[in-house]
């Protein structure tokens, strides 16, 4: 039962560890089994001592299940510690994260990490372990990074008292409607929407977490079947965009009392197609700065809702800018923030709509351009699904790139003509409403658009798809990445598109992937993604299977052994195995 008791209070998370629930409560499930209420206090006592006993002052709490996560945030906080979350789980990443802490609390082990690190199940048995206290929200820090969707991740601090106010507003405007529920979810729990919506806000109330992460829309039925409880999805646009296909929504309305989309835009159609289809589908706009800002809910696609503010949350506009100024408890600092988005003139329900982004507005040969504005025109062709423009600075000069995914249409094109063609088709299209600045020098044509764990699409990654010297692709877009359940490796599903230049001369009529490029890739994934480090030293049982044909999805599987030195990869698709082996570097002395 939710903790009604709780509902109303201004400061949910102070008291959450002391919330009078029975020994039978659940507070998370998975396919492990369940975790009680008592095991969790236990738990979290566990980590808190650990981490007093070294005197720790900063842990890095790092894990993709839900129930670890908590065990570990909950720990730290009561441990009276800053709490530092990966922005992902790149050992690149990780490793700077870690710089700056003093321990770390994970659901693996981190073997490039030099710091002392605690696991719950390496926890020894009758070790000491702090008692449920109250949690000092206003000196807890939370450090955050963003998505890095518009430019390089910025780190961000918060305090547990701007996300406990968050979880009152959430409780006070969603909770009646969420009732007895079981949180699921497809983003992870180390970003500000997961961190809220899967975790903190659930455990503040009562309601049962899923353990795991769904990663791919067709195991959303299978899980929903999982026990009779009514689920809450917590879902980032682009899956749900991706699911919509796949999933039957009058079987799966029954099961499915609410989802949440936050992290990025929602297309209009998804949304309404969900309303309309029986499932209510909540839009949270907000940001890691801010806290969730507005809400709505989209039924007609040809005529969106504004945007609604959430309760305790103010907002205007900046007359000077059209910026969107917002005022709450949620916010990472005191005073009234200042957001990168412009929108339209309040209504009088103080409702607004977005307008685009401030920081996407450039500046290529002296004339400004709106990038919102270039890919609305684009969406409106009837060769594009989905499109991304960025500037970039090639001997220095500005100009723009498009990263296009094309519809059916635009695919046929290609087939029928070439890539270049449809370039020239959509330069044709801008070129009739924007001066020619507007029109990119560069294309990109993909299969899907790259995505993070958030749901979101990283800056780095779109220009990655442009970094060479001649202007080519070299290396394809990395859609997913996903841990290896099997072997605890890494599995990244890429798009070796027709594009790349190594395609080129190889053969003509039937473009194939050279094999020594498939090992040059599976190195540089390796280091890029797993912290390979070392001199090359010697190909080892290297298999070539099948060829790798241009325009086939396919999926890179990586293992990295540091103890051997050992890099393990393997390349398959839709068709079979194409390619694998081991790499050898020098072992470190």
Not at 108 to 113: E, G, I, K, T
Not at 134 to 139: F, K, Q, R, S
Not at 177 to 200: A, S
Not at 537 to 548: G, M, P, Q, T
Request: glycine content about 8%.
């Amino acid at each position: 039962m939710t903790d009604v008791a709780r509902i109303n209070r201004a400061d949910p998370l102070a008291d959450v560890l002391l919330a009078d629930r029975p020994a039978s409560h659940v507070v998370a499930g998975g396919k492990a089994g369940v975790h009680l209420w008592p095991d969790f206090l236990r738990h979290v006592g566990a980590a808190a001592a650990w981490l007093e006993s070294l005197g720790a002052k900063r842990c890095l709490v790092l894990a993709e299940d839900c129930y670890e996560f908590a065990v570990g945030f909950l720990g730290a906080a009561r441990a009276g510690c800053q709490i530092v979350l990966a922005g992902n789980l790149q050992p690149g990443h990780v490793g700077e994260a870690a710089s700056a802490v003093d321990a770390a609390i994970a659901d693996r082990m981190l073997p490039d990490v030099p710091l002392p690190q605690w696991r719950r199940g390496d926890a020894a048995a009758g070790a000491r372990v702090l008692s449920p206290a109250p949690l000092v929200t206003e000196a807890v820090e939370i450090v955050m990074y963003t998505s890095g969707s518009t430019g390089a991740a910025q780190r961000i601090t918060r305090t547990l008292q701007t996300l406990s106010a968050e979880v009152a507003t959430l409780e006070a405007c969603f909770g009646d409607q969420l009732g007895d529920c079981r949180v699921m979810g497809t983003v992870p729990p180390y970003h500000i929407y997961g961190l809220l919506h899967r975790i903190l806000w659930p455990l503040s109330v009562g309601r049962m977490i899923a353990c795991e992460t769904i990663h791919f829309p067709p195991e959303v039925p299978d899980r929903l079947a999982v026990g009779e409880t009514p689920v809450c999805l917590v879902a980032s646009p682009a899956f749900l965009t991706r699911a919509l296909p796949v999933l039957d929504l009058g079987k799966v309305s029954s099961a499915v009392r609410a989802i949440f989309s936050s992290g990025g835009p929602l297309p209009p159609e998804t949304g309404a197609a969900f309303n309309t289809g029986g499932i209510a589908l909540q839009e949270i706009y907000g940001s890691t700065e801010t806290g969730g800002i507005a809400h709505r809910r989209v039924f007609d696609a040809a005529s969106p809702p504004a945007w609604e503010p959430l309760p305790t949350v103010a907002v205007r506009r900046d007359e000077a800018s059209g910026q969107l100024v917002v005022q709450s408890p949620h916010l990472c600092v005191p005073e009234p923030f200042l957001c990168g988005d412009k929108i339209s003139p309040l209504d009088r329900e103080g409702r607004f709509f977005l307008l685009g982004r401030v920081d996407r507005v450039v500046k290529i040969e002296e004339r400004r351009l709106s990038l919102d504005e270039l890919e609305q025109c684009l969406k409106g062709c009837a060769e594009v699904k989905e499109a991304r423009f960025l500037a970039m600075t090639r001997n220095g000069r500005a100009s723009l790139g498009a990263v296009v995914v094309p519809s059916d249409a635009g695919w046929a094109v290609m087939e029928t003509e070439d890539r270049q063609a449809l370039a020239q088709r959509l330069s044709r299209r801008l070129s009739h409403r924007f001066a020619p600045s507007a029109v990119p020098r560069r294309w990109r044509f993909v299969r899907m658009l790259p995505v993070n764990a958030q749901g979101k699409v990283p800056m780095a990654d779109l220009e990655a798809l442009f970094r060479d010297g001649q202007g080519r692709q070299l290396r394809p877009a990395v859609l997913e990445a996903r841990e290896n359940a099997a072997d605890g490796g890494l599995v990244l599903t890429l798009d070796v598109t027709r594009d790349i230049a190594y395609f080129d001369g190889h053969f003509s009529d039937y473009p194939v992937l050279p094999g020594v490029v498939q090992v040059d890739w599976a190195i540089a994934y390796g280091r890029e993604r797993l912290g390979v480090t070392g001199r090359f030293v010697r190909l080892e049982a290297i298999k070539f299977f099948r060829i790798l044909p241009a325009g086939t999805k396919t999926e890179l599987a990586l293992r990295y052994d540091p103890a051997a030195a050992k890099l393990y990869f393997e390349f398959s698709s839709a068709l079979g195995r194409h390619a694998s082996g081991r790499v050898q570097f020098e072992a470190k002395a």
